[in-house]
Each structure stands twice: as structure tokens, then as C-alpha cells.
């Protein structure tokens, strides 16, 4: 058995910096690890989650009755060229901040647009991450994951991703497999460089925040109806739409989770009132 935490406090796992506590944590060294702790969650009838970098999930303040096993030690890489391919094989704790400066070093391209968005490989292809044209799912060729109690590796044709959706619902995610392409490390660092002046400028990155907080659908595009119905800036508690980007609620002040989901009921209910549009939140929410 694994060593694990009784009511560890998730503020100091999330990215929004608030929310109470899990039940059970585990941060497993490795894969079969990883196993062993959702065995033994299975054993002992409790549920569990498994976290990333904690940058789209808040946790309730009356904490987490389940057990949490985050994924951020499990950073082994292998890289293979055939002619100008790479093929690049990621543990799902892996940081799309760590790969993106291997990338950079050794010169391969593609995932440029991802530099700056901190979460995990694992975290990202779950959703599907993207930005600026691109998702995560143009590089991927296979995904590992967990699925019934079975190790498989599913090729990228075997899996239904689509828009901020990965298609792996119920599975664990354990491993990627990505094809990037050569290119000059100066290029690919121009290019890192270029997206993420980009959103220094857009986003509010000097907050903890979760991201943005709904999911674009088609071309309802949240931020621009929050921005349009006058609610950046709008506060509650130690929680504020941000005024730099209205897709974003921000931890400006101590902020509490409630803080937080009482300015997203806030942000639903005004739009829905007004536009008749319901939104869909992107992050998740333990409870």
C-alpha cells in the first residue's frame, strides 16, 4: 500500500488557491502505483478523483469525502525520431510548461500554442485542451488509460474526442503518446514566446483563477456576453469576473469556493435572464 494524507487541504493542490479538504490524498512515484491506490480506494468503497496541476477544478469548503490521487510525479519522457517525426512518450503528470522547454531545447514542433497553459498532459488531452486554432488532439496518437480495471492503449482513431472533450470519460489516463515534428529550437522558442505575449496580455495571469470558467460552444463565445451584459468587474466575496478577460473568475481577495460558485450562479443566471442562453461550465467541482 501506498503512504497517503487524511484531510489534506486542497487550496495547496488547486490552482484557484481555496476549498477544503480531501478525505484521502495519494501522490503515487509511478504508474503501478497509481494502480495500487485506485485498488485500494476500490477495496475500501470510497470514490476518487484524479487530479493534474489542479488548474480547472475547485474543491468545495466543506472538502472532498473521497480520495484524491494526483498524478504531478509521474514525469517519465521517451522520445523517438523517424526522419523529421517525433514521437514522444509522456507520463500523465507531466506539465505542459516542462514539455513545451524540452520541446524548445531540442526543436520540435506543434504544441507552441499550449506554452503558458499550466496543466498537465494527462489534464489537457482529458479535455481536450486548446487554444488559438489548435487542440491537443491534432498531436496525439495514442492515449493509455485505465478503462474497467484494464491497461489499454487506445490509438487516437479508437477514441471520440471533440470539443473540450477528450471522449474518456470513466477512464484514467496513464500515458500519451504525441507526433511532433523537427524544427530549429529558435523557431520553436520565437513561436513559444509569441503565444505567450499573447496571453500576458489577454489573460489575468497575476490572479489564481481556473481558467476560463465556460466553454465556448459553436459561436456563443461566454466572455464576449458577459463582457457585453457589463459584468466584468462584478465581485463577490473575495471572488471577481476579471476585467481583463470575462471568461475568467479570479481569486482577487481570499476568496472562498463559495465566493466563487456564487459569482458563476451569479454570471448563469444574468445571462440566461438576458440572452436565454444557459452556459456550461468548464471546470470541475469537488464535492
Known sequence: MIPFKLYEPMKSHLSFNCGGTAKFYFEPQNIQELLNAINYCKQIKRKYFILGNGTNVICSDDGYTGAVICTKKL???LLTKYNNSVFINLEAG??????NRLLADLGIEGLEWSYGIPGSVGGAVYMNAGAYGHDIFEFVDYVEVLSRGKVKRLKKEQ?????RSGGLKNKVILKVGLKLVSNSPTNVKEMQDYYMSLRLQKQPLEYPSAGSVFKRKGEIIPAEIIDKLGLKGAIIGGAKVSEKHAGFIVNYNSATTTDVLKLIEKVESEVYNKTGIKLE?????LK
Open 75 to 77: 514525469q517519465n519522457i
Open 94 to 99: 507531466v506539465s505542459l510548461f516542462k514539455l
Open 159 to 163: 477514441i471520440k474526442f471533440g470539443y
Open 281 to 285: 461550465r468548464e471546470i470541475v467541482l
